[in-house]
């Protein structure tokens, strides 16, 4: 299955959820936003939210500044 993620295609195993869709790409979970299909996901449901083929997923990573 393939899905836009932050830009980019990427082949991913179908039945993923967003939390998992981290975990496989060994991405951080903390600090991050996730938009899918231009709706930001509450963090909350991210173990249920499915993806699906053609996607488009952003991963948006916080940074702390002063």
């Known amino acids: 299955m ?3 993620l932050n830009g980019e295609t990427k082949e991913v195993p179908s039945g993923l ?3 998992q869709l981290l975990e496989h790409f060994s991405l951080p979970s903390q600090r991050v936003a996730i938009e899918l299909n231009k ?3 509450r963090r909350a449901d991210w173990p249920t939210v499915k993806i699906s083929d053609a ?3 952003e991963v948006i990573h916080f940074v ?3």
């Open 55 to 57: 996607d488009v997923i």
């Open 2 to 4: 393939k899905v836009f």
């Open 64 to 66: 702390g500044g002063g």
């Open 17 to 19: 959820d967003l939390k």
């Open 39 to 41: 709706t930001v996901v």
